[in-house]
């Protein structure tokens, strides 16, 4: 049973359309499977941030922090709400072996 959980999750993972916006425009420092390939970056995967509601991500997505560009205006918001649909599931596909 919880094998065929996990299957099903993976499938509602490939499907994410945020995970190709993710890979474009995050991955590069955050990590392609989420864990950060930049220093100062946080690494998803191991749950980083992810305490913070999706309204503060948000913001920090569309208005940057650090040496995180903003995002705001360069992408529209409902892509940006898709690669953190994404960002979301990073933590579960590395407890699961998958990233």
């Not at 299957?7 to 955050?30: K, M, N, P, W």
């Not at 941030?49 to 999706?54: A, L, V």
């Not at 892509?79 to 990233?99: K, M």
Request: overall charge negative; hydrophobic content about 40%; charged content about 20%.
């Amino acid at each position: 049973d919880e094998l065929a959980n996990r299957a099903v999750r993976l499938l509602q993972i490939q499907d994410s359309s945020g995970e190709s916006a993710y890979l474009t425009f995050c991955g590069g420092c955050h990590g392609f499977n989420g864990i950060a390939a930049y220093v100062q970056a946080p690494s998803f995967a191991l749950a980083e941030r992810m305490e913070k509601s999706d309204a503060e991500l948000f913001r920090t997505i569309i208005t940057g922090h650090g040496v995180m560009p903003r995002w705001e205006n360069k992408l529209p918001d409902d892509v940006l709400l898709d690669a953190l649909r994404f960002i979301r599931t990073l933590p579960l596909q590395y407890r699961n072996g998958i990233a």
